[in-house]
């Protein structure tokens, strides 16, 4: 298990078929992975948050394309697939009081760590809590 703090990279983009590919494509283009994202949708646009292996160069790449960024610092769980980890997760944070503003995951092939991306006020202390646990099932 390996918890750290990273920047996510937030843009708004146009609800609309082959937006998602094109930005995709702009990181790719830059040798850019994405090793997590989320795509929250309203009637409009699309909130895309990504977590990449270079934010630096995905901010320039972004914003080169005429994309606004808003950047968050988000602490980024690096854990085995096992049932009961979110339960875990959750009550580790609930009993340091640090409420979780959203969250979401990757998955992995069998035995290669999934990531669970969480957001909260407080990163660190977010990331401590988690330090402390027992190593996930």
Same mark, same amino acid.
């Given at each position: 298990m390996q918890v750290d !703090?990273?920047?996510? @990279?937030? !843009?708004? !983009?146009? /609800?609309?078929?082959g937006r998602l590919g094109q930005v995709g494509r702009l990181l790719a283009?830059? /040798? =850019?992975? !994405?090793? &997590?994202?989320?795509?929250i949708d309203n009637v409009e646009q699309?909130?895309?948050? @990504?977590?990449t292996d270079n934010p630096t160069a995905t901010r320039e790449a972004l914003t080169g394309a005429g994309l606004p960024v808003v950047e968050a610092e988000v602490v980024v769980l690096e854990m085995t697939d096992g049932v009961g980890n @979110?339960?875990?997760?959750?009550?580790a944070l609930a009993a340091a009081d640090i409420n979780i503003?959203?969250?979401?995951a990757s998955t992995a092939e069998r035995g290669r760590p999934a990531? @669970? =991306?969480l957001?909260? &006020?407080?990163?660190?202390a977010t990331r401590d809590a988690l330090a402390q646990m027992q190593e996930l099932s």
């Open positions: !703090i990273q920047r996510q @990279l937030s !843009i708004a !983009i146009e /609800n609309q078929p283009g830059r /040798n =850019i992975h !994405i090793r &997590a994202f989320s795509v699309g909130m895309v948050r @990504l977590v @979110l339960a875990t997760v959750g009550e503003e959203y969250a979401y990531m @669970l =991306i957001k909260t &006020a407080y990163p660190a």
